[in-house]
């Protein structure tokens, strides 16, 4: 679990106790426990008298700490800590996720948050802010930052911001994709820059403005959200299912040039699912269910995919229990690319 990300490095005796207050350590081991009790008149100062009371209250008087009576104190403390001493963002593993304002990007910030990663969300939409981060802090803790990574510099940014605020970066998923139709004629210039310079380019900018955080702080992980179109080749959409081939090698390649500093690099690769993005192209279509039916029926399932199903992909593969996995692919297309 991400947890043990954050548990490999330096940790003061207060992180741990916000780990435990956040329920990401079930049994604390021994030697955390000593660790805390060494620190619990530090914590006790942050309280106020009634609090203190009201602590005495639960542990039902003073017979000496033991493992659980001082789980719950510090349960308690925790609470307070977060607020006056230190933020749980220096405590969790940092992941930032873009294309978080919709779809799949947003259902798998929510999910990451509620797998004990602090969530820096990002998307255009600047209005959302306020109800993704409801969302993420709602599943566990996060943040939102708007940011249109095809400007100049802006990948960049948002980077530093995060390992500015944090000062860690430890995850990085690279969502934000747009979609547009047209075979190889038909494509004009601007519009083949408009998708490879954000679903490759700036997914390209991100990894390499993250990885030297990532390596500084012993590690990370980036999970590519690419397409079944970076496998296939879908008619009429070349710009498109190029820039998802190309986050294929992206991900092969960092794989293989950053697995010794122990950054790992994994692409999802959706089927056509459930998002806004596809729900609107639907309902616009001239005869919507014979489209939704067409985008179903391509594939032996026979239906489209969830964000949840690939939220959950996305969380999986992001996380530190699966470290051995690097460089390759996880396909959710309801059998598309195996038929
Ligand atoms: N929905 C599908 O069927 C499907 C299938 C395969 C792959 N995918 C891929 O999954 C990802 C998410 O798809 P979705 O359907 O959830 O999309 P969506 O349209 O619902 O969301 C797209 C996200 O990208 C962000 N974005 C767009 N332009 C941006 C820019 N210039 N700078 C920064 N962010 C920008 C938006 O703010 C939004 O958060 C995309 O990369 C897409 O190619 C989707």
Known sequence: MPVELARAKDQTPAQIVLHVHLGKVATPKA???????????????????????RIG?????????????????????????????????????VMIVTGATSGIGRAAAGMLAGHGWYVVASGLEDELGEAVTAELRAAGSGE???????????????????VERHGRLDGLVNDAGIYRLGDTVETS???????????????FLMCRAAIPHMVATGGGVIVNVASEAGISAFPHQVAYNVSKAGMLML??????????????????????????????AIRSAPNPQELERRFASVRP???????????????????????????????????????
């Not at 030697?31 to 009371?53: A, G, Y």
């Not at 210039?189 to 997914?203: S, T, Y």
């Open 144 to 162: 939102f930052i708007p940011s249109n990574l095809t400007l100049a510099g802006a990948p960049e940014r948002l980077i530093a911001t995060v």
């Open 57 to 93: 209250a639960l542990e039902g008087g003073d017979s000496g700490p033991t493992p659980r009576r001082m789980l719950r104190r510090l349960t308690f403390c925790s609470e307070r800590i977060r607020e006056v001493t230190m933020s749980e963002r220096t405590v969790l593993p």
């Open 31 to 53: 030697r955390d426990l000593d660790r805390v009790r060494q620190n619990i008149d530090v914590f006790d100062s942050e309280l106020d008298p009634d609090e203190t009371e």
């Open 251 to 280: 991900t092969r390649s960092i794989a293989v040039d950053h697995a010794a500093q122990k950054v790992r690099a994994v692409s999802v690769c959706p089927g056509t699912t459930m998002t806004p993005m596809v729900a609107e």
């Open 189 to 203: 210039i601007e519009e083949w820059d408009a998708v490879v310079g954000l679903n490759l380019r700036a997914a």
């Open 301 to 339: 399932a026979n239906r489209l995919g969830t964000m949840e199903e690939i939220a959950t992909a996305i969380v999986f593969a992001a996380s530190p229990s699966v470290q051995y996995m690097t460089g390759n692919e996880i396909v959710i297309d309801g059998g598309f690319t195996a038929s």
